[in-house]
């Protein structure tokens, strides 16, 4: 279905999907000033885009705003809860839990923007390139100062994680969070731009090494960096979850299951095997066979130290759930609160929990986590929706990368937080969007 254009919409597309280029590059927007630059530019992004709705007669009538108004509502019911908790004084932190809404109220906004912005076919597309862009600049910068030795993020040298690809954040789990979005956005663009013919293999050459060939090695250099942040879960996540929903896509679809399954072997055997061999992929699995989650003792001596203590951080923040278990501490209090019931193994200081489910619990209480729950789950069901759609090779592929990105970034969220990143965070909910906008958009040409 096709609406009509509205003034100022080409140039807040361009501004929409600078925001999503920028958010990155200021060390994550973790920063107060980069999350200050990010409310008012969505907030002013959302002033003009209602601006150009009055003028233009109005908000039009769009199949994807209809899908996406339940994952508005929780987002928003969401928002709501941690409102309350700021206005009624629930919260440990009041200064945190404010910055917290003016974030969450961000995600919303962007998340209506991008639903009402990208319903064609043509910006749909551009909007899953210009995050394929994003990513594979973050993944060449992580790797080239890695490799040069220089170790700078953006304008300042690197303090820690020396000899681990990080781009623009200063923690590699953070880049392995964002490259994990941003390869799934690849993939799936790879997968819907796949044409419809029967297999061949000629055409799957053309596919890999043809006139795809750019994004094809945008994929390549997503995947070194990925392994060169020698995050563990990082890469379990996005691997288990691409094994995953590429099993379920490649069952599904029978017609093209021999070309499809050719297709995802090639970017887990040729990425990672191969390619990723020369990059750092022995270190990753040294890291993972060498976790040790407690002390090895031989007679009563302790001869191992454990090297990974964020298990004993999850054990302690328990009680802080049976606190207030429906309203939680606040949002963002987690700093503020978790310093009562450490015991003497936590050494490091723990502005977070490292397992975003407990965070957010601890945090927002099942009153605030569960619309937020439900918001997520509800776009993994979009996604896996438009994939099921075989008639359609772009709507399945769209749909396949989004749910790629999204259960990976779910399953590394238990043992990090990520989601406490504004650039990833922002980057998760742009996702979720996609997986919307896979199944509804418009495939009208007249427009761009």
Same mark, same amino acid.
């Given at each position: 279905?096709?609406?009509?254009? $509205?003034? =100022?919409?080409?140039?807040?597309? !361009? /501004?929409?999907?600078?925001?999503?280029?920028?958010?990155?590059?200021?060390?994550?927007?973790?920063?107060?000033?980069?999350?200050?630059?990010?409310?008012?530019? #969505?907030?002013?992004?959302?002033?003009?885009?209602?601006?150009?709705?009055?003028?233009?007669? *109005?908000?039009?009538?769009?199949?994807?705003?209809?899908?996406?108004?339940?994952?508005?509502?929780?987002? /928003?019911?969401?928002?709501?809860?941690?409102?309350?908790?700021?206005?009624?004084?629930?919260?440990?932190?009041?200064?945190?839990? =404010?910055?917290?809404?003016?974030? *969450?109220?961000?995600? $919303?906004?962007?998340?209506?923007?991008?639903?009402?912005?990208?319903?064609?076919?043509?910006?749909?597309?551009?909007?899953? +390139? $210009?995050?394929?862009?994003?990513?594979?600049?973050?993944?060449?910068?992580?790797?080239?100062?890695?490799?040069?030795?220089?170790? @700078?993020?953006?304008? $300042?040298?690197?303090?820690?994680?020396?000899?681990? +690809?990080?781009?623009?954040?200063?923690?590699?789990?953070?880049?392995? *969070?964002?490259?994990?979005?941003?390869?799934?956005?690849?993939?799936?663009?790879?997968?819907?731009?796949?044409?419809?013919?029967?297999?061949? @293999?000629?055409?799957?050459?053309?596919?890999?090494?043809?006139?795809?060939?750019?994004?094809?090695?945008?994929?390549?250099?997503?995947?070194?960096?990925?392994?060169?942040?020698?995050?563990?879960?990082?890469?379990?996540?996005?691997?288990?979850?691409?094994?995953?929903?590429?099993?379920?896509?490649?069952?599904?679809?029978?017609?093209?299951?021999?070309?499809?399954?050719?297709?995802?072997?090639?970017?887990?055997?040729?990425?990672?095997?191969?390619?990723?061999?020369?990059?750092?992929?022995?270190?990753?699995?040294?890291?993972?066979?060498?976790?040790?989650?407690?002390?090895?003792?031989?007679?009563?001596?302790?001869?191992?130290?454990?090297?990974?203590?964020?298990?004993?951080?999850?054990?302690?923040?328990?009680?802080?759930?049976?606190?207030?278990?429906?309203?939680?501490?606040?949002? *963002?209090?987690? %700093?503020?609160?978790?310093?009562?019931?450490?015991?003497?193994?936590?050494?490091?200081?723990?502005?977070?929990?490292?397992?975003?489910?407990?965070?957010?619990?601890? %945090? =927002?209480?099942?009153?605030?986590?569960?619309?937020?729950? !439900?918001?997520?789950?509800?776009?993994?069901?979009?996604?896996?929706? !438009?994939?099921?759609?075989? %008639?359609?090779?772009?709507?399945?592929?769209?749909?396949?990368?989004?749910?790629?990105?999204?259960?990976?970034?779910?399953?590394?969220?238990? #043992?990090? =937080?990520?989601?406490?990143?504004?650039?990833?965070?922002? #980057?998760?909910? !742009?996702?979720? /969007?996609?997986?919307?906008?896979?199944?509804?958009?418009?495939?009208?040409?007249?427009?761009?």
């Amino acid at each position: 279905m096709s609406h009509s254009a $509205t003034p =100022f919409e080409r140039p807040l597309i !361009a /501004a929409t999907l600078f925001l999503l280029v920028w958010l990155p590059l200021p060390l994550g927007s973790n920063r107060d000033w980069a999350v200050g630059l990010m409310v008012l530019f #969505t907030g002013g992004l959302t002033a003009l885009w209602a601006v150009s709705r009055i003028r233009g007669g *109005g908000l039009a009538e769009h199949r994807s705003l209809k899908a996406a108004w339940p994952l508005l509502a929780l987002l /928003a019911l969401g928002q709501g809860w941690v409102a309350v908790q700021w206005l009624a004084g629930l919260s440990v932190d009041v200064g945190s839990t =404010f910055q917290y809404l003016m974030l *969450g109220i961000t995600y $919303t906004l962007l998340f209506g923007l991008i639903i009402t912005l990208f319903t064609s076919r043509k910006r749909l597309t551009l909007l899953l +390139a $210009t995050l394929v862009v994003s990513g594979t600049l973050q993944a060449f910068w992580g790797a080239f100062m890695t490799l040069s030795g220089v170790e @700078w993020l953006l304008m $300042t040298p690197k303090t820690s994680y020396q000899g681990n +690809a990080t781009g623009t954040f200063v923690n590699r789990n953070h880049l392995a *969070g964002y490259l994990e979005l941003t390869l799934a956005c690849g993939i799936g663009l790879l997968m819907a731009l796949r044409d419809g013919r029967p297999f061949s @293999w000629t055409g799957l050459l053309e596919l890999l090494m043809g006139p795809k060939a750019r994004l094809r090695l945008a994929l390549v250099i997503m995947v070194i960096a990925l392994v060169m942040t020698h995050s563990r879960m990082g890469n379990a996540a996005f691997f288990a979850s691409l094994l995953i929903v590429g099993g379920i896509f490649v069952v599904l679809d029978k017609q093209n299951r021999l070309r499809n399954g050719l297709i995802l072997a090639s970017l887990i055997l040729i990425d990672l095997l191969v390619i990723s061999q020369y990059f750092g992929l022995e270190r990753l699995k040294d890291r993972l066979v060498n976790t040790r989650l407690n002390d090895v003792v031989v007679d009563g001596e302790v001869v191992q130290q454990a090297n990974e203590v964020r298990d004993n951080v999850f054990g302690y923040a328990i009680p802080l759930l049976k606190e207030k278990p429906l309203v939680g501490q606040g949002a *963002g209090s987690f %700093e503020a609160v978790y310093p009562k019931y450490p015991g003497e193994d936590i050494r490091l200081h723990f502005d977070h929990a490292h397992n975003d489910f407990i965070q957010f619990v601890v %945090e =927002f209480g099942l009153l605030g986590t569960l619309p937020l729950a !439900a918001f997520l789950l509800l776009a993994l069901f979009h996604a896996l929706r !438009a994939l099921w759609q075989q %008639e359609s090779i772009y709507r399945s592929g769209v749909g396949f990368g989004a749910a790629v990105g999204i259960l990976s970034l779910l399953i590394h969220s238990s #043992t990090d =937080f990520n989601l406490q990143i504004p650039a990833n965070a922002a #980057t998760l909910v !742009a996702v979720c /969007a996609i997986a919307v906008l896979a199944g509804s958009h418009s495939k009208d040409r007249r427009r761009a």
